[in-house]
């Protein structure tokens, strides 16, 4: 008897096989828009289907190592990576993930929506990326802050052409550098002190415990001004070189030698994202230059502008993870046979992948949202679009965050005993779908952020008139679907509030994720109502499964099943 193995086959293309993704591009960009988009996606999911995904593999198999030391003792600091990782970031630069919402005819083309086209670019290349997509969120981060009018001219211009390069030869990524063991999210504790130099630049020393692409050309440090007074408003963002070449002490060095005062003490052994190199940092009077004049208070405030992006970059991370785990799920339940037939044809089985297509639906929308958001703030100088994105960048990334960690485990599961062995590449999408409630800020860190944006900015206000639009929408559609948002929306406003009345009592920080999460919930549901009453029926099946399990808190197993083949 020969010996059975069980077919695999690869998931449908992402683009073309993605009819949300398709449908929301056609809405936000319009027909020409999305027409002068599809070449480019198009290119991007080849490459992603192909020698990507092959990098990907290579990435995860060899993880980075950490050189301390030359063959003749002398520190050195080098951290390698795979020819995958390498491959990954060349494709990045190649396919202008980080660039394209900085590019004159980027802008040119899709205006404000320019950042709806790069959320695409991230939902397709995201997924396989071995999670090259950390410092591509990095990397924009840096570029936004760049960006700000009160960075040194000479900076800018020094650094922000190589974050936005699409030449793979001259493109660079950005690490992150703010986290130290006392404090963690509590930046207030942050003790790396920085000294002035006679220069105009800078001299930094502390230990920074979470250091995120570690490899990179650059990082974006938190440090406190010597002599400024505690807390976090007192801190100031500065760029590090992270590479001798870049760094005017290091005279004599080789180029790819550490900048001197930098040193990496060790790369973290993590639960996931392992062809990631994370370490911890110590810096010795490290060459810096500051991001805004560091006398002036508010720094904290213009890191913030780093913040939002990465935090928005997390959400399309999430997103685009459960949904090509969706993908992988389908492609091996019609491969798969149980019981006399194919696995896809279980109601229980269909029901099960039904309601992960109804939560990948509604995680697509709201990091969605973040994005065209941002882009409206960033080159139409939308002070509405602000308002909005103060809230929905921590309401997408902490609901985004916990749905794709609990998706990752039904993926995993729906595997059966293969979906725990290791070298099917399937336990990793939990292991790193775990990592997104955390980085950025774990999910009671951004709830207590909602809370001060309700509180301190009136960030419910927008929020709940684009609730009380979306009711208006939704009763053509579905009186049942319009009901459901008219009382959630009702009862969040009451709650808002409650909570704007008396922000420090303790029963509104106690139930600050209970909020947060029900925020997130119905502006999802209406977002989906949006997209459906612009004429996509996927989404109106979605808008009306998503508020009856998250609104309503009802079983759609039924429908779920019978819809699937619509869901996605």
């Known amino acids: 008897m020969s010996r059975f193995v069980q077919p695999v086959p690869p998931p449908a293309d992402p683009y073309a096989g993605d009819a949300l993704l398709r449908s929301w591009l056609e809405r936000h960009l319009g027909p020409a828009g999305h027409a002068a988009a599809k070449g480019r996606l198009a290119d991007l999911a080849a490459d992603v289907t192909g020698p990507l995904r092959a990098a990907h593999a290579d990435a995860e198999a060899h993880p980075p190592t950490l050189i301390r030391y030359d063959p003749w003792g002398a520190r050195v600091d080098r951290i390698d990576t795979s020819a995958g990782w390498q491959a990954q970031r060349a494709a990045a630069a190649r396919h202008a993930v980080v660039a394209l919402p900085y590019l004159p005819d980027a802008r040119g083309t899709w205006g404000a929506a320019v950042r709806v086209v790069q959320h695409a670019l991230l939902h ?25 009018p009160d960075v040194d001219a000479g900076v800018r211009d020094a650094w922000l052409p190589r974050l936005i390069s699409t030449d793979p030869a001259t493109a660079i990524t950005s690490g992150q550098w703010m986290t130290e063991s006392q404090g963690g999210s509590d930046l207030g504790r942050s003790s790396t002190i920085g000294r002035p130099a006679a220069d105009g630049s800078w001299r930094l020393t502390g230990e920074k415990w979470f250091c995120s692409a570690a490899d990179a050309a650059m990082a974006v440090a938190l440090a406190r001004p010597e002599g400024a007074g505690r807390g976090s408003r007192m801190l100031a963002p500065f760029l590090v070189p992270r590479y001798a070449v870049d760094s005017p002490l290091a005279d004599g060095l080789a180029a790819d030698a550490p900048a001197p005062g930098v040193t990496v003490h060790r790369l973290k052994d993590k639960l996931g994202t392992r062809a990631l190199p994370t370490a911890e940092i110590g810096l010795r009077d490290a060459y810096a230059v500051p991001l805004g004049d560091p006398a002036v208070p508010g720094g904290l405030v213009r890191a913030m502008t780093l913040v939002v992006v990465t935090r928005v970059h997390n959400a399309a991370a999430a997103a685009g993870g459960m949904r090509r785990g969706l993908a992988y799920a389908r492609a091996y339940a019609d491969a798969r046979h149980v019981a006399g037939g194919a696995l896809a044809s279980s109601p229980l089985h269909r029901a099960t992948l ?85 980085w950025e800020g774990t999910t009671n860190v951004l709830a207590l952020d909602v809370l001060r944006a309700l509180t301190r900015e009136d960030a419910g206000t927008p929020l709940l008139s684009r609730l009380a639009a979306a009711v208006d929408l939704a009763r053509p559609l579905s009186p049942g679907l319009a009901d459901t948002l008219a009382t959630a929306t009702a009862q969040l406003g009451d709650t808002i509030a409650a909570v704007t009345a008396d922000p420090s009592a303790e029963a509104v920080l106690a139930g600050a994720r209970g909020l947060a999460l029900r925020l997130a919930y119905a502006l999802t549901t209406a977002l989906l109502v949006e997209h459906a009453a612009w004429g996509d029926e996927q989404a109106e099946l979605a808008a009306r499964l998503w508020a009856r399990r998250w609104l309503r808190h009802e079983e759609i197993a039924e429908d779920a099943h019978h819809h699937l083949d619509l869901l996605g």
């Open 354 to 438: 039904g309601t992960l297509a109804v939560d990948a639906a509604g995680a697509f929308a709201l990091a969605g949202h973040a994005f065209a958001l941002l882009g409206r703030v960033e080159v139409g100088a939308d002070p509405q679009a602000a308002a909005e994105l103060r809230i929905v960048a921590p309401l997408a990334k902490l609901a985004t965050g916990r749905l794709a960690v609990s998706s990752a485990s039904e993926y995993v599961e729906s595997f059966g005993g293969a979906g725990y062995v290791e070298d099917t590449g399937v336990p990793r999408l939990l292991r790193d779908a775990q990592v997104l409630p955390i």
């Open 124 to 148: 397709l290349y995201g997924p396989e990326s071995a999670t090259f997509s950390c410092p591509v969120a990095m990397a924009d981060g840096a570029a936004a802050l760049l960006s700000l």
